[in-house]
């Protein structure tokens, strides 16, 4: 083989590759991906009372004496509506 | 006619047997000690030697239903402290082992949360338990801080969850056998915890003791037997289900107020 040959074939080979990792290359899209995934978990912490939702000065029901099905269920509304998950009622 | 009166009669004691085992109790805390209750019983516990660091503690009570009835902090006489001083992290913990014990006990066996530890192992038949009901952190850090130990303690009357498997949980059951709640107690080894747990309990009124029918498996003494463990399920009534020590003199404490399984020797 001739040294020009090889070096034109170099150099196709070479384009080719490049091809190829542009192709894969998917750092254009992982960025966006991340964003929309902080979005979500900033959406949910918003809403879901875990770090926004609750207010400090809450105090629970008085248990100087014992207490009732009635203040026990009305506390637990309380942290219910926070972010209603049916399922834990 | 006699007949018919007899079978009637029958059924009436089967159904009435029937609902003394069945019984639901109501979500509240009526049966439970009230927060001044349960202060004054773990006040009197901890300025007991336990074995442990004597320090401040937490107790924590919830009922059949999961739900927090009290949450009490005090002041264990050794520190000098003016105001209870428990470790922060140790509240939520006291109210874990009393959903702990109140999860896994019932009319057939009642769980310290001590004899949790061992099967809850890598290898052990009930490994993972730990992570199977997970604290509801709205519950558990909700409110004003300040309140925290108080009777209106922002988990009143709240389901925080949480599986702990070491010393400090026990259930309370009532005269009828029928587990009505449990209690938690933290804040100095888990070994004296179970200690302070177990002298609590007892200055509370409405534990009755547990059922000492034939058949109930009853695993509230912690057990520090440990290279004598068995692995298995039967023999582990008498000789598993174990604690390690915690380096003081828990396990001599306990001894003396019997919340120790005493190896055979």
């Known amino acids: 083989m001739k040294i020009s040959s090889y070096f034109s074939c170099s150099k196709w080979l070479l384009l080719a590759a490049s091809l190829f990792l542009a192709a894969c290359d998917n750092s254009t899209t992982v960025p966006s991906a991340e964003d929309e995934m902080e979005a979500v978990t900033k959406a949910f912490d918003d809403e879901s009372g875990v770090v926004n939702g609750l207010e400090d000065t809450y105090v629970g029901p ?21 972010d209603a998950p049916e399922s834990i009622l | ?56 503690m937490w107790a924590t009570v919830v009922n059949r239903y999961g739900a927090v009835c009290a949450v009490v902090k005090a002041i264990n006489k050794a520190t000098g402290n ?19 014990s109140n999860s896994f006990s019932n009319r057939q066996v009642s769980w310290s ?32 801080a300040k309140h925290y130990g108080e009777s209106n303690d922002p988990l009143n009357g709240l389901k925080v969850g949480g599986i702990n498997v070491f010393g ?29 747990a177990w002298r609590t309990r007892a200055g509370l009124s ?40 915690c380096g003081f003199s828990e396990d001599t404490v306990g001894k003396t107020i019997g919340s120790v399984v005493v190896p055979a020797t």
């Open chain 2, 1 to 56: 006619m006699k007949k018919n009166i007899r079978s009637l009669a029958i059924a009436s004691v089967l159904l009435s047997s029937s609902a003394a085992v069945v019984a639901a109790p109501n979500n509240d805390c009526k049966s439970l000690p009230s927060h001044s209750e349960l202060q004054t019983a773990l006040t009197a516990a901890i300025q007991e030697s336990n074995g442990g660091l004597d320090f401040d």
């Open chain 2, 206 to 245: 409405q534990h009755v003791g547990a059922p000492t029918t034939e058949g109930f498996v009853n695993l509230e003494k912690i057990n520090y037997n440990v290279a004598n463990a068995s692995k298995t399920i039967g023999e582990a009534k008498t000789n598993g289900f174990t604690h390690p020590l």
């Open chain 2, 82 to 100: 003016e105001e209870a001083d428990p470790w922060p992290g140790s509240r939520v913990i006291s109210a874990q082992k009393a959903n702990t």
């Open chain 1, 62 to 82: 008085d248990s100087s004496v014992p207490l009732t099905e009635a203040q026990i269920t009305e506390a637990q509304e309380g942290v219910d509506s926070v």
């Open chain 2, 113 to 144: 949360s001590a004899s949790l530890y061992g099967v809850s192992q890598p290898g052990g038949s009930l490994f993972g338990l730990q992570e199977s009901n997970p604290v509801d952190p709205r519950a558990a850090y909700r409110g004003n």
């Open chain 2, 168 to 196: 400090g949980g026990l259930a309370i059951y009532d005269a009828e056998g029928n587990v009505i709640g449990a209690l938690g107690v933290s804040g100095d080894t888990s070994c004296a915890d179970h200690n302070v």
